[in-house]
Each structure stands twice: as C-alpha cells, then as structure tokens.
C-alpha cells in the first residue's frame, strides 16, 4: 500500500520568503569567526571614554607589516576571513556562489539599485597587535577594525584612520613617528557614543612622548610576551564545509544545494 504524500501548509512552506536567496533572521549570538579560538578573547574592544595604546612594532618572523589586511566575508550575524588573506588567489565558497548568482540570478545580488540583495564580496578589515594597560599590567591585545577608506561614500573605518594617521606628514614633510621599536609614541581613541545615537564615533589622538617597546615589554609578564607572535598565526582559516555552512546561513538551503551541485559538490552530512 502507497504511503499517502503530505504536503506542508503554507505558514510552514520554508521557501515562501521574497528571494530564495534569503534565509529568515535567527537570533543567535554574534559569530566573529576571524581570530582562531585561542586568540578570540584576546579581540580589544572600545569603551566609552579615552583608550590608550602602544602599536607593536612588525615582527620580523611576520609576512606582513604592523598591520595585516584581511578581507572578510559575512554571513547571518557572523563573519569569517576570506582565503585570499592568508594564500594568494585563493578561492573561497562565497566566489563560487557569487560567479553561480551571477549566471543564473543576478537580481537576487546585493548592487547599489538593490540594496536589500544578497552581497556575497568581502569587506576590508585591519588586524594589529597592541600593548595596553589593564588593571595596571602591560597586556597584549588584537585590534580587528574596518578597513574602509570611505571610496564609496561613508565615513572610513577607524582602521583605515589609524593607518592614515600613522602615515602622515607634517608640514615639513617629516612623517610622525608612531610605530618604531624606539621612538613610536601611543596612539589615543576616544569613543562618543551619545544617547539616541545608532553609531558611536570615535576621535584619534597621539602622544607626546616616546614609548620604547623594550620598556614596555620589560613591564609585561613571560606569558603576555608569549603571545606577541606573527598577526597570519591568529588568523582563523575556515574549511571548505564551515564556509558552505556560513553560506547556508545566509541563503536559502535549497540554493545552496543548486551551487554545489553545479560544482559537483557532495556533502555527506546530506547524502
């Protein structure tokens, strides 16, 4: 005997949404999956009022700078670092799902005439280490801010400032000298978030006197000293699958199955 077919009801139909692109909001807590979990705590996080630090200096074992840029991809309340920032060229599961809306829905994709469509490219982001005092103890902690430089409307993101601000030059044409081992000095932000307002805004101030990073880090304990290590070690690199389980979270599981089905894609937590 043929077993009778059911069919949902309208309310419960999980693609009656406006674009199969959109996957309906949770409320689950913020996923920043940037930092590897051993790194994650050690995120600096602005407080209301003035906040002082001393950029570390780049680490001659590092491949980058003081500063590593990343571009960084979102997904429903979380984000994750695009391949590229650690390997160059590299391809990530968003690429993939982008080239496939593209060909087969580019209405459904996030464009300056629909600002409700799904934006699968990444975004600018700054990662440095810096010396702060907390508690009175030298610790090190990771700044991770925007890297927008305001290109296409917008105020730039702090990141972007503090690296402008690092490399400007007085009217003698001599450039501040903020970062050196020896002569760099602290770099000041004040954070105003007045009552009403949705965004803080943030005021970059730099010290006076010079900061010798030898004697800061005399200050700090061998654990805090540690740490300090090249900024690609702290970066989270996500597999493959965490990427296509980010990418379920922002669209539909349907059309997830469609991209990976069209770059002959298995996923054996389906099969």
Known sequence: MTNPIEFASPEDDNNNTPSPWLQPRSNNQYEDLVLKPEYAERRLRFDVGQTWFRIVPALKSSLHGWMMPLHVLQFERGRFVHPRSLKRNAKCVYDHAYAWAKENTPAALYSKINKNGVRLLADPLCLFWVLVEQEGKTVARLLQLSGYDGSRGGAPGLGHKIWQLCHDRDETGARTDVISADGGVLVGVEKHQP?????????????????????????????????????????????????????????????????????????????
């Open 195 to 271: 009552k009403g307002a949705k965004y803080p805004s943030y005021h970059l101030t730099l010290g006076r006197n010079a900061k010798p990073m030898t004697e800061l880090v005399k200050r700090m304990e061998p654990t805090e000293q540690s740490v300090l290590c090249p900024l690609e070690n702290v970066v989270r690199e996500l597999t493959d699958e965490e990427q296509w389980q980010c990418l379920g979270k922002l669209i539909a599981p349907d059309t997830v199955k469609q991209i990976q089905k069209s770059l002959g894609h298995v996923n054996s937590s389906q099969s």
